[in-house]
C-alpha cells in the first residue's frame, strides 16, 4: 500500500463546476498536510495547507480528517486556469515529505 | 518566486557515465532536497541536507550520492548512470524543514540512453 494514495482521474469538468478530490494517508504520525499543484512539466508549487479545522483559500477549501487519515480539496466554480496536476502532501517528521501520484484535472469551456 | 535554479535543464547520457545535477538558491534557506518524479511514482526523496556539509538518505537514495560545501549549492552525482535512473530531478529548499513550504525549481529532465 502507497504511504499516500490519490485517484489519479483524470477528472474533466466543465466551466464553473465544483470539484473534490481526496487523498489517504497511512501513517497516522503525520504532522503536515499540503495541496501542491504541478503545471504539466512544471514545477509543483503550493496551493494550501492544510488545518485540522480546515481551511479555505477562495474558491479553495481543504479539510483533514485525522481519524480517517484523508484530506480533501473542495474547488468551486472551476476556471479553465485551475487544470492542472494537484497533489496531496503529508509530512512524517521535519525531512520527510510523502508525495501522492497526483490527481489530474482538466476544465473544459 | 523563490530563488532556487537547477542545471542542466535537460540531459542526454550513456550509461555508466558519471552525471552531476546543481542546484542553487539564493534564499539562504537551510534545507534543501533533491526528488525524482516518475509516473505514478508521485515525487520521491532522494537525499536532503539539513546544512553545510550536512546531508541524509531518503527514500531512493542507491546509485546516488550528493554534497553541500555552500549554504547556495546542492549537488547530485549519479556515479554510473543506469536506464533506470531516466527521470526529472526536481531540486526544493525550505526554511523551517518540511513542515513549512517547500520551493521547487524548474527540474531537470535527465534521459539515459
Known amino acids: 500500500r502507497k504511504e499516500v494514495e490519490q485517484d489519479p482521474g483524470p477528472f474533466n469538468v466543465p466551466e464553473g463546476a465544483t470539484v473534490a478530490f481526496n487523498c489517504t494517508y497511512s501513517?497516522?504520525?503525520?504532522?503536515?498536510f499540503f495541496w501542491y499543484r504541478q503545471d504539466c512539466r512544471k514545477e509543483p508549487k503550493l496551493l494550501m495547507s492544510?488545518?485540522?479545522s480546515g481551511n479555505e483559500d477562495g474558491r479553495f477549501t481543504a479539510q483533514l480528517n485525522r481519524a480517517s487519515q484523508y484530506i480533501s480539496l473542495l474547488i468551486r466554480d472551476s476556471k479553465l486556469s485551475d487544470s492542472a496536476t494537484y497533489l496531496c502532501v503529508v509530512t512524517d517528521n521535519n525531512n520527510d515529505m510523502r508525495f501522492g501520484a497526483g490527481t489530474r484535472l482538466t476544465v473544459k469551456p | 518566486d523563490a530563488g532556487i535554479t537547477q542545471s542542466p535543464r535537460h540531459k542526454v547520457t550513456e550509461t555508466g557515465t558519471p552525471v552531476t545535477l546543481r542546484c542553487h538558491q539564493t534564499?539562504?534557506?537551510?534545507?534543501m532536497y533533491w526528488y525524482r518524479q516518475d509516473p505514478g511514482h508521485g515525487l520521491r526523496l532522494i537525499h536532503y541536507s539539513y546544512g553545510v556539509k550536512d546531508t541524509d538518505k531518503g527514500e531512493v537514495s542507491d546509485g546516488y550520492s550528493v554534497s553541500r560545501s555552500k549554504t547556495e549549492d546542492f549537488l547530485l552525482t549519479l556515479e554510473s548512470a543506469t536506464s533506470s535512473q531516466t527521470s526529472v530531478y526536481f531540486c526544493?529548499?525550505?526554511?523551517?524543514?518540511?513542515?513549512?513550504?517547500?520551493?521547487f525549481g524548474q527540474g531537470t529532465r535527465l534521459t539515459v540512453v
Open positions: 501513517n497516522s504520525a503525520s504532522q503536515s
Open positions: 534564499e539562504n534557506h537551510r534545507y
Open positions: 492544510v488545518y485540522s
Open positions: 526544493a529548499i525550505s526554511e523551517e524543514g518540511l513542515i513549512t513550504e517547500a520551493f
